[in-house]
């Protein structure tokens, strides 16, 4: 079949486009499939900490657990509602429980959270009926889906021709991640305050400071790694750099701490929860436009292996 | 036992083509640019044939002739055209001027990224070897679009699916060649089984070289660029004298499922660390 030696190209690729046309095609994931990601990253991070807490407190003194769960549990329901209608086509959402393609991110994915809403309604429902054994057997189902729920979604986008979300895989799912566990945690920080665990709610938002910690570290390595692929222009400057830079930085990251120094947690935590799904709205939108840069697609076609 | 083939005795594509038609054999496009005149009646041919819509608003691009732009939803044959202006017309290279049409199609590639993005099943491999979406499946969530690596599957506006060239599915269950390749007077477009169209090719290649042309080369037959990083094959497969870029092509396309695995442990890595920090720091009152 392969009689001759593959012949080498021509010459070497001088920036030449067709045209300057786009090679690639946007996925034009709209507001829902950001709005999604974050609340399925808040649901999740919250059925980790519910399993946390129920070792550390079996008693449940502080509540903790069970309004976790019961956050978890809502969200494990609204999140895929929302996801549902982004779809074209949403009357036959049912057609992805069809079929398990393990090379899909967005087919194990769509059974990561089947997985997640039976043993999050499992948990919470069996608390709720009193059976406490039963609702911390379901606890640890519930607790591992919810790690696959709330970090899947970089996976998701990596596993892609795009070249801002290729690039940098493993940096990109850090981020998602400890976005994910920074705004998980920040909710239960607000509940934990308003039912009064004032000292349970500081643990949680020293947690979450510490997850934006982790936050901040990812998306150096992230804008690294996107610099040295040559894909990084989307998030330097254009509309989807000024909503990375002032939702997920300036108002998801340096206002809570600040917030909190001044003395506002409750406020902290609510500008994480609204940065976080700035976060994954920038990242969709910069996504788009790094599919239309054709200098971007080809140069990382051909400086990127795999 | 006929793999569903309506016509099991002579087949059209047989005489149209020379090629015999048959479920569980690979066929393929074999597009060489140094045959395409731009007269883009491959375009025509399967907007006809499909019953896909016009491209729309009859303005120019002033991009040479190319008034298409790109393959998409409703367009699934592509005619390219690049001017090459700056050289001279004595440095002309011969069989192919400095006027290079290039026709643009899905290259149902094995395996194929959009297939393995697809979480309906919609996306499947036939029994031709070729990469079709099946409309009643599809529920349009749009992942195909991001995974396939040169920018072809869409989703339609019109009825919220995914549209892409099935290198003609319909006609090929009944012994029929592809409209495009059909239609094309040049032979462009060659439509054939792999193991026909590929040595064929090669020996073209190689025919072009002798004749002076020396920057002749295949795009995605095995082993050759095109397919690369885990993409064996392009099924349709093409012979060009540029750089794949100038035809918008990546030069090493890349199979994009590989990259799951070290993206998922660093998402889990992440969660597991803060986990642990909140095991040890606690969540809770202490009393
Ligand atoms: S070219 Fe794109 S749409 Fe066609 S088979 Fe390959 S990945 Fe799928
Ligand atoms: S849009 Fe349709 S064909 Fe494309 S991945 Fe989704 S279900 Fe599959």
Not at chain 1, 47 to 60: F, K, N, V
Not at chain 2, 131 to 144: E, H, K, S, T
Not at chain 2, 224 to 238: E, Q, S, V
């Amino acid at each position: 079949m392969n009689a001759m030696a593959p012949v080498p190209l021509p010459e070497p690729w001088q920036g030449e486009t067709y045209h300057g046309r786009p090679t690639l095609k946007p996925a034009e994931f709209d507001w829902k499939v950001a709005t999604y990601i974050a609340v399925q990253g808040v649901a999740g991070a919250a059925q980790l900490l519910a399993g946390i807490s129920r070792t550390e407190d079996p008693e449940d003194r502080d509540g903790l657990a069970s309004r976790a769960r019961a956050l978890a549990f809502a969200g494990s329901i609204i999140a895929p509602a929302i996801l549902i209608g982004h779809l074209k086509t949403p009357k036959r959402w049912y057609n992805m429980l069809r079929i398990v393609r393990p090379q899909s991110p967005m087919s194990w994915g769509s059974w990561v959270l089947t997985a997640f809403g039976a043993a999050s309604f499992a948990a919470w429902g069996a608390e709720r009926m009193g059976w406490r054994r039963a609702a911390d057997l379901a606890q640890i189902p519930a607790s591992l889906a919810g790690a696959g729920a709330a970090s899947y979604t970089a996976t998701l986008l990596s596993t892609t021709s795009n070249p801002l979300w290729a690039a940098a895989r493993a940096p990109l799912a850090a981020q998602f991640a400890a976005s994910s566990m920074a705004g998980g945690a920040a909710a239960m920080a607000l509940l934990q305050r308003s039912a009064g665990k004032v000292e349970s709610a500081r643990r949680l938002e020293r947690l979450s400071a510490a997850a934006l910690g982790a936050e901040t570290a990812a998306s150096m390595m992230l804008s690294d790694a996107q610099r040295r692929a040559g894909v990084s222009a989307p998030l330097k400057k254009g509309p989807p750099a000024l909503l990375h830079k002032a939702g997920a930085q300036a108002l998801g990251i340096a206002a809570p701490l600040v917030l909190r120094a001044l003395g506002r947690p409750a406020l902290a935590s609510a500008a994480i929860l609204i940065g976080s799904a700035l976060l994954r709205q920038a990242v969709l939108r910069a996504g788009d436009e790094s599919a239309k840069r054709p200098l971007d697609s080809l140069g990382f076609a051909r400086e990127v292996r795999r | 036992m006929d793999g569903g083939l309506i016509n099991r005795g002579a087949q059209e594509a047989e005489r149209t083509a020379g090629a015999r038609i048959e479920p569980g054999r690979s066929y393929g496009f074999f597009t060489d640019t140094t045959l395409c005149i731009g007269c883009k009646a491959c375009e025509v041919a399967c907007k006809e044939w499909n019953g896909l819509p016009a491209d729309g608003d009859m303005r120019l691009s002033g991009h040479s002739y190319d008034n298409t732009g790109a393959l998409g939803a409703e367009t699934w044959r592509h005619v390219g055209f690049v001017e090459r202006l700056d050289d001279r017309p004595g440095e002309m290279k011969p069989f192919q001027s400095n006027w290079i049409m290039f026709s643009d199609v899905c290259k149902h590639c094995d395996p194929a990224p959009c297939l393995e993005a697809c979480p309906t099943g919609a996306l499947f491999r036939t029994e031709f070897d070729t990469v079709v979406v099946q409309q009643d499946i599809c529920n349009g969530c749009a992942y195909c679009v991001p995974a396939c690596p040169f920018g072809v599957v869409e989703v339609s506006k019109a009825d919220g699916k995914a549209h892409k060239c099935t290198l003609c599915h319909d006609r090929m269950k009944g012994g029929m060649e592809p409209a495009c390749a059909k239609a094309c007077p040049t032979d462009s477009i060659q439509f054939g089984a792999l193991e026909d169209l590929i040595p064929r090719a090669h020996q073209r290649v190689e025919h072009l070289h002798e004749m002076g042309q020396d920057r002749a080369y295949l795009y995605g037959a095995p082993g050759t660029p095109g397919a690369t990083h885990g993409i064996k094959k392009l099924n349709a497969f093409f012979l060009l004298t540029e750089r794949p870029e100038v035809h918008g092509l990546p030069s090493e396309p890349v199979r994009p499922a590989p990259r799951a695995q070290p993206s998922l442990l660093a998402g889990l890595g992440t969660l597991a660390g803060l986990a642990a920090a909140a095991l040890v720091f606690g969540l809770g009152s202490r009393r």
